[in-house]
């Protein structure tokens, strides 16, 4: 267990100048559900601490790992931001993923803030982790690849100078497809991985393929437009859609049919049309998405009516427009250095 935390690879490195000393890994994560208390302080949370239900592998990183990649630029109230903007970015996914089955769904719900990385494993994540009150959220919290990438993505997009910078990079689609391939190469170093482990590797190896997929042909189908963050949010959405998608049975057997409909566009125009979505019963039952998340405490009652990215939006540009350095983009573009010289360019 403790082993298969030593093996990661890069998913995302610096774009930007606050993101030079942080990156996000990718691991085959052992998880765990914790146990609910009676909301007592004392035993009642050593008996949680010790109380654990392991409930398999994903492959991803950790909550920490994102909001640590997401902060350093200055905002106020930083932290409490990126946490909701984390939070907003996952919704549409936590709500499809209830329509969605088929044996993918499982895996990819462990990987959307559901559980949490077993402590014998944490001591092998290195990398910067940002400090998460516990009343917000943990800071071993598991996002999966796709997920946490595209999340990474849409807090970015909301700088109109990121966006354009992103845009004119083709950072996502390049983005996704590495992470695709490093998985696609997976070598563990552990004598065997466990089915459990494969299993969640292939399902999110092929949620990683669709979303690479759509988030091309969304860059070509509104090549014309010309607002940088109308794009990439239009890429990202698409890519949510592919990876995610609503009333689809997800598994081995289904990827043909579900890559082909993202390449005739079927799978965009006919997100919300009949299938299960007559059905509010939720599919995917071993974990609750976004459950490690805190709402409550989170969202005040304003945001829960308001879109929390729409507040952050209006941050970022202010603190952009004053000209703050930590908005300047990496030299060497983006990921180009460390990824694409690894796979011989997209």
Request: net charge positive; charged share 20%; hydrophobic share 40%.
């Given at each position: 267990?403790e082993?298969?935390g030593?093996d990661?690879?890069?998913?995302?490195g610096?774009?930007?100048?606050?993101?030079?000393?942080v990156?996000i890994?990718?691991?085959?994560?052992?998880?765990?559900?914790?146990c609910?208390?009676?909301g007592k302080?004392?035993?009642?949370?050593?008996?949680?601490?010790?109380?654990?239900?392991?409930c398999?592998?994903?492959?991803g990183?950790?909550?920490?790992?994102v909001?640590?990649y997401?902060?350093?630029?200055?905002?106020?109230?930083?932290?409490?931001?990126?946490?909701?903007?984390?939070?907003?970015?996952?919704?549409?996914?936590?709500?499809?993923?209830?329509?969605m089955?088929?044996?993918?769904?499982?895996?990819?719900?462990?990987?959307?803030?559901?559980?949490r990385?077993?402590?014998?494993?944490?001591?092998?994540?290195?990398?910067a982790l940002?400090?998460?009150d516990?009343k917000?959220?943990?800071?071993?919290?598991?996002?999966?690849?796709?997920?946490?990438i595209?999340t990474?993505?849409?807090?970015?997009?909301a700088?109109?100078?990121h966006?354009?910078?992103?845009v004119?990079d083709?950072?996502?689609?390049?983005t996704l497809?590495?992470?695709?391939?490093q998985?696609?190469?997976w070598?563990?170093?552990?004598?065997?991985?466990?089915?459990?482990?494969?299993?969640a590797l292939?399902?999110?190896?092929r949620?990683?393929r669709r979303?690479?997929?759509?988030?091309?042909?969304?860059?070509?189908?509104?090549?014309?437009?010309?607002q940088?963050a109308?794009l990439?949010?239009?890429q990202?959405?698409?890519?949510?859609?592919?990876?995610f998608?609503?009333?689809?049975?997800?598994?081995?057997m289904?990827?043909?049919?579900?890559?082909?409909?993202?390449?005739?566009?079927?799978?965009f125009?006919?997100?919300?049309?009949?299938?299960?979505?007559?059905?509010?019963?939720?599919?995917v039952?071993e974990?609750?998405?976004l459950?490690?998340?805190s709402e409550?405490?989170?969202?005040s009652?304003?945001?829960?009516?308001?879109?929390?990215?729409?507040?952050?939006?209006?941050?970022?540009v202010?603190?952009s427009?004053?000209?703050?350095?930590?908005?300047?983009?990496?030299?060497g573009?983006s990921?180009?250095?460390?990824?694409?010289?690894?796979?011989?360019g997209?």
């Amino acid at each position: 267990m403790e082993a298969a935390g030593c093996d990661r690879v890069l998913a995302l490195g610096p774009f930007f100048d606050y993101q030079r000393n942080v990156a996000i890994y990718v691991r085959r994560l052992v998880l765990s559900v914790p146990c609910l208390t009676s909301g007592k302080r004392g035993r009642d949370m050593a008996k949680a601490h010790s109380s654990v239900t392991v409930c398999g592998s994903a492959f991803g990183t950790t909550l920490g790992a994102v909001c640590a990649y997401l902060e350093g630029r200055g905002i106020p109230a930083e932290k409490a931001y990126v946490l909701r903007s984390v939070r907003t970015q996952l919704l549409p996914i936590a709500e499809t993923l209830k329509t969605m089955t088929g044996a993918d769904a499982v895996f990819l719900s462990r990987g959307l803030a559901s559980c949490r990385v077993v402590h014998a494993q944490r001591d092998c994540i290195t990398e910067a982790l940002s400090k998460i009150d516990s009343k917000y959220g943990h800071a071993y919290t598991c996002l999966g690849a796709t997920a946490a990438i595209l999340t990474c993505f849409g807090v970015m997009a909301a700088v109109p100078a990121h966006a354009q910078h992103l845009v004119n990079d083709e950072s996502l689609v390049k983005t996704l497809r590495c992470a695709r391939e490093q998985l696609d190469h997976w070598r563990s170093s552990c004598a065997s991985m466990p089915e459990d482990g494969w299993a969640a590797l292939a399902a999110e190896g092929r949620a990683l393929r669709r979303a690479t997929d759509a988030a091309r042909l969304a860059s070509y189908v509104y090549q014309d437009e010309k607002q940088p963050a109308v794009l990439i949010a239009r890429q990202v959405a698409w890519a949510k859609l592919a990876a995610f998608p609503p009333n689809r049975t997800v598994d081995s057997m289904t990827q043909r049919a579900l890559v082909r409909q993202i390449e005739t566009q079927v799978l965009f125009r006919g997100a919300t049309e009949a299938g299960n979505s007559g059905d509010p019963t939720p599919r995917v039952v071993e974990t609750v998405p976004l459950s490690q998340i805190s709402e409550g405490r989170l969202l005040s009652k304003r945001q829960r009516k308001s879109d929390a990215a729409s507040d952050a939006s209006s941050s970022w540009v202010t603190i952009s427009s004053n000209g703050s350095s930590a908005f300047t983009s990496v030299s060497g573009g983006s990921l180009d250095g460390e990824l694409i010289g690894r796979f011989g360019g997209l």
